[in-house]
């Protein structure tokens, strides 16, 4: 899950590139939906809609209904078996955008589910296999019920085990995504016990709105089920290169097979830990965040800003402003960062619309009788 940072949304964080800059994709997990996301996109951009169809198709095919629908539906996203199988279609659709457009990130990063998209765009899992992890995790994390809960705080990841202490065994620091930012996931009424502490020290706290506890010991019952359901996924060798937030490295696809996706979701999403593997090579880098709203923006500001690193972050797109402009303005960032586009792609990646009647002059003329 991509959990909001607790600073204002931000949609773009800007340093000073020096030279061509290393592009990189990052992919949040849930929580980035809204009523009404891609319909602009939906409607004025072919790539975007043809990719997303494809991606309906899939999901169709196992659960009987489409993405396409509820995008257009006013009705909100509230279930995890809609919610990750709408998002991941949406993600692919818009990173096939950019493709289409020619531009092409160096590296591929997902956070938790988002992991899934990243997998699909880089070509390690086909169409078909990504859809059938989204949408067969999905159904299994929907049974699970409620059965914990999570929390944010503001510790990094050393201060966070600290705190959570002797209730190792039933709570554990689930995401990190930076030096001052992690979430806690397990048992209710032992993270009740971690967070009191932390609250009266005045450190950050917020309690997460979820319908299960991922990257956590909650999550454990779905494993042998989840295994079975994954057993026939096939990944091939990736064509753009992946870094896990899971094991903190890069992959080549072919270990993304069933048993990877239980450890997406069970273990701690390392964020935090793989931007700043990223950043470690010194060389500037703009990250482009895949999503229908910014999750992780400022988070890799926090990374950016710890490594006094020539690196800058921008949002595709922001809820409830225009699609068109705004992925638009995204793609002057990722120009003034040394990629040229295809601009004949760009300019050619609208769907027709009907030119307007010509307009009624409404005025008078008189016909004067015959004499």
Known sequence: MGVPMRQSETATITERLEGPARLVFVFPGQGAQWVGMGRGLMRSSRPFAESLGRCAKAVEAELGWSPVDR?????????????????????????????DWGVEPDLLLGHSMGEIAAATVSGALGVDDAAAVVCRRGLLLRDLGTTGGMWAVGLGEEAAVEAI????????AGVLNSDSFTVLSGDPEALERVVEPLRERGVFTRRVSVGYASHGPQVEPIRDDLRAALAEIGPGAARLPMHSTVLDRPVDGTELGGGYWMENVRRPVRFGPAVRSILAGGEPALFVEISPHPLLVSAVGDAVKAARAPAGAVASLVRRKPDTETLLAALGSVYMAGRTPDWTRVRAA?????????????RTFWVDPAG
């Open 350 to 362: 609208g769907l027709p619309v009907p030119l307007p009647a010509e307009p009624w002059q409404r």
């Open 71 to 99: 995008l257009h539906s006013d009705a909100p996203l509230t279930a995890v078996d809609e919610i990750q199988p709408t998002l991941w279609a949406f993600q692919v659709a818009l990173a096939d955008t950019w493709l």
């Open 165 to 172: 202490g002797g209730y190792s065994d039933r709570v554990a």
